[in-house]
């Protein structure tokens, strides 16, 4: 087959017919790949599998820079864009490449990376691709076929989700998150490698902030004791979330916020964070194997300023009191102190202060609040002309912070109502402290004149006061009816007081 024995022969026409046909050739190229399947380790050996894959590799790279080209325009500012379209015309070759073996494919994905094909294509195929392998050849989801699967099948299964993990592109929405959740979903129920899951835990992550609550709803896949869903993952998925380095997102001049001012992802994504936890509480606070650490500890993991407002953590904490009635009252005091009551809407307030599953140390915040809100409410109806302090614009009639504002400017404005709070809270003091004192200056001279004493002395006084008020009135017999309706209740309130 080579020239030593006959020009032009096999080997030569060979080598002729792969560069000047096949290679030039995305879907002849595929082809060859899976006739090669079966002819590995030879295929290799004569160099066929890396020419078709660099061929490959090179032609979705060529037509994706031509679909780049087309979809070129000019803005209405005379700007140079990019059209964007649902689906890239120079992806056509998502489809061919399906067909391919699990170790062909994970090779021509990887040379597509090497040659700068777009992170958006990559994810394309790998979804197209686990949607072939998992969903029509796979007994995962055909419940009705798991009586005939065999270990085989099984042990594919595993290996296409951990080589399709391993071949997801490293940038941010690359893939659609619900792709991601159920690629965990599979990989916990085949058992894949602790890095497998760990590594899809991290990437949902870094984008929980788009996902929604049917997404995390991720069943438990555990012993029949352990609860309704899979709590724990969840955990780590939010904690990877509040890790995620933002330096990008930071400002240059960052050193003109406090110091003490919390880093975390952007304020947008922690509301919409908070919001779906919250409605994650409570969707499994009705589960009767839920502990009250894991309730607690997914309620904790976001930080103070993430909730903007606490309605949707006391609906979970509410409903999770109802369905477990068997706390104790310290149980139930740890569970309250997660909610900030001064950030409860009115009609949450008004129904937590009547809410008998809430604790005393609860129900009294709750009116506490309540009260401040009234005050302000009332200080905001005087008139617009009287001045009023910045500080009596307080946020506690809503109980949220505005959402378009920084969290250093949230924390800053928290700290600086914290510390009007503070003020007003020692000034009540101070009152209260001259009250009891005026009390106990009453209490110790009642204790040192007898009661007839006090009220002989007193009734001398009392009749001075009836003959000086006579002898002024000359043109009058006797004091007027006002004067003694006066004096009979200062008697009266007199008498009640020794008593």
């Not at 037509?63 to 864009?81: C, D, P, V």
């Not at 798991?146 to 391993?166: A, C, G």
Request: proline content about 3%.
């Amino acid at each position: 087959m080579t020239e030593d024995f006959s020009k032009d022969n096999l080997g030569s026409r060979a080598e002729e017919y792969l560069d000047s046909i096949v290679c030039k050739n995305l879907e002849m190229c595929v082809e060859v790949l899976q006739q090669c399947e079966s002819l590995l380790p030879l295929a290799d050996a004569l160099k066929v599998v890396s020419r078709c894959i660099d061929a490959i590799a090179s032609k979705a790279c060529a037509e994706q820079i031509a679909s780049s080209f087309s979809r070129l325009e000019y803005s209405s500012s005379g700007r140079l864009h990019m059209s964007r379209q649902a689906k890239c015309d120079g992806d056509w070759w998502i489809e061919d490449l399906s067909v391919l073996r699990i170790d062909m494919y994970q090779r021509v994905i990887t040379a597509m990376k090497c040659r700068g094909v777009r992170p958006e294509s990559i994810g394309a195929s790998l979804v197209n691709y686990a949607q072939k392998e998992l969903t029509k050849k796979s007994s995962l989801w055909n419940p009705s076929s798991q009586t005939n699967v065999d270990s085989n099948s099984t042990l594919h299964e595993k290996l296409v989700v951990e080589t399709i993990v391993s071949l997801l592109p490293v940038e941010k929405l690359a893939v659609p998150i619900n792709f991601l959740f159920g690629l965990l979903r599979s990989a916990m129920m085949l058992d894949c490698t602790i890095a497998s899951r760990l590594d899809m835990e991290r990437r949902i992550g870094s984008q929980l902030d788009v996902a929604t609550l049917d997404d995390i709803l991720i069943p438990s896949f555990r012993h029949a004791g352990d609860t309704l869903f899979d709590v724990d993952t969840v955990h780590r998925i939010l904690v990877n979330f509040c890790q995620q380095d933002d330096s990008e997102e930071e400002p240059e001049d960052a050193s003109v916020f406090e110091s003490d001012s919390p880093i975390s992802p952007s304020q947008t994504a922690l509301v919409k964070v908070s919001k779906l936890m919250d409605n994650y509480l409570a969707e499994i606070a009705p589960d009767a194997n839920l502990k009250l650490s894991k309730f607690m500890v997914i309620a904790e993991t976001l930080p103070a300023h993430a909730r903007t407002i606490h309605d949707g953590l006391y609906r979970a904490i509410d409903i999770y009191l109802k369905a477990h009635q068997g706390l104790t009252d310290l149980d139930k005091k740890k569970l309250c102190k997660l909610i900030d009551f001064q950030k409860l809407s009115q009609e949450a307030g008004a129904h937590a202060a009547q809410n008998e599953r809430l604790p005393v140390q609860s129900i009294v915040q709750v009116l506490y609040f309540e009260q401040l809100r009234l005050r302000n409410s009332l200080s905001c109806s005087y008139g617009e002309d009287d001045p009023k302090p910045i500080h009596q614009s307080w946020r506690i009639s809503s109980g949220a912070l505005s959402a378009a504002m920084s969290p250093r400017d949230n924390y800053a404005s928290l700290r600086r109502e914290n510390r009007e709070l503070k003020l007003e809270l020692a000034r009540l003091r101070m009152r209260l402290n001259d009250l009891e004192r005026e009390h106990v200056c009453m209490k110790r001279d009642m204790a040192k004149s007898g009661s007839r004493k006090f009220m002989s002395s007193f009734s001398k006084k009392i009749g001075k006061l009836s003959l000086f008020g006579h002898n002024s009135s000359r043109g009058s017999s006797s004091p007027s009816r006002n004067s003694q309706r006066t004096d009979s209740k200062v008697i009266e309130r007199t008498c009640a007081s020794t008593e």
